[in-house]
């Protein structure tokens, strides 16, 4: 939640009163400095002031002279990619990100001072994840200059760096991707009459998902009946509490929990809400070639509506709306009415600027991946609905709470990308 350059001065300060040095000892003194200071900038509203702090940063003769001597003139800058998501939704948080990492670079550029961005992203779409190669293929000219870091996070450990051979494939994909990104750049949008575009999808992307997540008074209510997310926070899954202050909002709901409770419906509603409306916005003024053309010839852009044609893939409305009937009340029903619809038109206009018929045409593999978990996992997702319920009746159920865990654990893995 880096905000302003005293975030960063205040843990240099803290450092030298320490007298902490890299070797992680007190008191000792060491040749190498100080350890490295990372901002993470995580919310839009930080993103967008992501290049000003880092110019105010480097504009003070102090830090530049440090980062200089002690770190060989290299600053290292987070992206956030969870909380944007959960305040902007996933279309306006690509878009903010992709800006952000433009304007750091830049700034960095300007001062001579080399740049490494690090990626922090969670292995589902709507916390940033996604295909590693696509990921770092996507990122702005620039920005990946022979250096790049990312978090793996979650069961994508596992999945990707479990097995021996596993993990050297892995290795292979990051390896080439950041040397293509670092000699043969990706294009930049051909003009600037995309970057306009972009920006008014973004903004009525961003107004939808806003309307509904934060200003509907009725939605939170709705998101606590309709999802496992209330007793998520019993089951000790997780790593950290479920969210970060002692509120009900979702304000303070960690990105985690926020994403994983829609996975465990098949509504994964965080990493499309909102992006139906932003292309239905331009489809509507005429724009629809145009989007095409982005689409084939701006890796960005295909990026964002591979991977929410990927997650339109995964989802089930018949199993949402199962949920729904069953689990939220009759006066909230409607809204659940209203998101299915929303999730049919993002499909709609999905396919329409990608050019195929039907979802995952491009993605045979993954579609028959999905179809033959089915079998398995629409039981699993019935039996869930029937345990919230009676869970809602007699909360002490000990043997009830079992049989949650179960079918939490086999629709995380049924569905995947969950962390």
């Given at each position: 939640m880096a905000?302003?350059?005293?975030?960063?001065?205040?843990?240099?300060?803290?450092?030298?009163?320490?007298?902490?040095?890299?070797?992680?000892?007190?008191?000792?003194?060491?040749?190498?400095?100080?350890?490295?200071?990372?901002?993470?900038?995580?919310?839009?509203?930080?993103?967008r002031g992501a290049g000003s702090v880092i110019r105010k940063l480097l504009s003070i003769d102090w830090y530049r002279q440090h980062i200089i001597k002690n770190h060989n003139g290299h600053q290292e800058v987070m992206v956030g990619y969870s909380d944007s998501g959960k305040d902007a939704g996933r279309f306006t948080a690509a878009w903010e990100l992709y800006k952000a990492q433009e304007d750091v670079v830049a700034a960095c550029n300007e001062y001579g001072i080399k740049v490494t961005l690090f990626h922090g992203r969670g292995g589902s779409i709507g916390r940033g994840g996604g295909p590693t190669y696509m990921a770092i293929q996507s990122q702005p000219p620039g920005s990946v200059m022979g250096t790049l870091r990312s978090t793996e996070q979650g069961e994508m450990v596992q999945a990707k760096f479990g097995l021996p051979q596993t993990?050297?494939?892995?290795?292979?994909?990051?390896?080439?991707?950041?040397?293509?990104?670092?000699?043969?750049?990706?294009?930049?949008?051909?003009?600037e009459k995309w970057r306009n575009l972009m920006e008014d999808i973004s903004q009525i992307s961003c107004q939808s998902y806003?309307?509904?997540?934060?200003?509907?008074?009725?939605?939170?209510?709705?998101?606590?009946?309709?999802?496992?997310?209330?007793?998520?926070?019993?089951?000790?899954?997780?790593?950290?509490?479920?969210?970060?202050k002692?509120?009900?909002?979702?304000?303070?709901?960690?990105?985690?929990?926020?994403?994983?409770?829609?996975?465990?419906t098949r509504f994964v509603l965080p990493a499309w809400l909102g992006v139906g409306a932003g292309l239905?916005?331009?489809c509507e003024k005429g724009l629809t070639e145009e989007l095409k053309v982005m689409y084939k010839e701006w890796h960005f852009f295909q990026s964002i509506i591979d991977l929410i044609e990927m997650v339109l893939g995964k989802a089930d409305i018949s199993i949402a709306k199962h949920y729904d009937e069953v689990l939220v009340s009759e006066k909230r029903q409607e809204l659940g009415r209203q998101l299915r619809n929303e999730l049919i038109t993002t499909g709609k206009f999905v396919t329409v600027i990608s050019g195929h018929d039907k979802l995952l045409q491009n993605n045979r593999t993954l579609k028959r991946l999905i179809e033959n978990r089915l079998p398995f996992?629409?039981?699993?997702?019935m039996l869930q609905v029937e345990i919230l319920k009676r869970l809602r009746r007699d909360a002490d159920n000990l043997k009830a709470r079992d049989v949650l865990l179960i079918t939490i654990n086999g629709i995380a893995a049924g569905m995947r990308n969950t962390g």
């Amino acid at each position: 939640m880096a905000s302003n350059a005293s975030d960063v001065l205040t843990v240099e300060l803290l450092q030298k009163d320490a007298r902490l040095t890299v070797s992680g000892e007190l008191g000792k003194a060491c040749p190498g400095g100080t350890l490295r200071v990372v901002p993470l900038f995580e919310t839009v509203k930080d993103l967008r002031g992501a290049g000003s702090v880092i110019r105010k940063l480097l504009s003070i003769d102090w830090y530049r002279q440090h980062i200089i001597k002690n770190h060989n003139g290299h600053q290292e800058v987070m992206v956030g990619y969870s909380d944007s998501g959960k305040d902007a939704g996933r279309f306006t948080a690509a878009w903010e990100l992709y800006k952000a990492q433009e304007d750091v670079v830049a700034a960095c550029n300007e001062y001579g001072i080399k740049v490494t961005l690090f990626h922090g992203r969670g292995g589902s779409i709507g916390r940033g994840g996604g295909p590693t190669y696509m990921a770092i293929q996507s990122q702005p000219p620039g920005s990946v200059m022979g250096t790049l870091r990312s978090t793996e996070q979650g069961e994508m450990v596992q999945a990707k760096f479990g097995l021996p051979q596993t993990a050297v494939r892995q290795l292979e994909i990051y390896t080439t991707a950041v040397l293509l990104a670092t000699l043969r750049p990706p294009l930049p949008p051909r003009e600037e009459k995309w970057r306009n575009l972009m920006e008014d999808i973004s903004q009525i992307s961003c107004q939808s998902y806003r309307s509904v997540v934060y200003e509907n008074p009725e939605f939170l209510t709705y998101f606590n009946e309709a999802t496992p997310q209330a007793e998520l926070g019993f089951l000790n899954i997780g790593s950290r509490p479920t969210r970060r202050k002692a509120t009900t909002g979702i304000g303070h709901l960690r990105a985690i929990p926020w994403i994983f409770a829609w996975t465990q419906t098949r509504f994964v509603l965080p990493a499309w809400l909102g992006v139906g409306a932003g292309l239905k916005g331009a489809c509507e003024k005429g724009l629809t070639e145009e989007l095409k053309v982005m689409y084939k010839e701006w890796h960005f852009f295909q990026s964002i509506i591979d991977l929410i044609e990927m997650v339109l893939g995964k989802a089930d409305i018949s199993i949402a709306k199962h949920y729904d009937e069953v689990l939220v009340s009759e006066k909230r029903q409607e809204l659940g009415r209203q998101l299915r619809n929303e999730l049919i038109t993002t499909g709609k206009f999905v396919t329409v600027i990608s050019g195929h018929d039907k979802l995952l045409q491009n993605n045979r593999t993954l579609k028959r991946l999905i179809e033959n978990r089915l079998p398995f996992l629409n039981p699993m997702n019935m039996l869930q609905v029937e345990i919230l319920k009676r869970l809602r009746r007699d909360a002490d159920n000990l043997k009830a709470r079992d049989v949650l865990l179960i079918t939490i654990n086999g629709i995380a893995a049924g569905m995947r990308n969950t962390g």
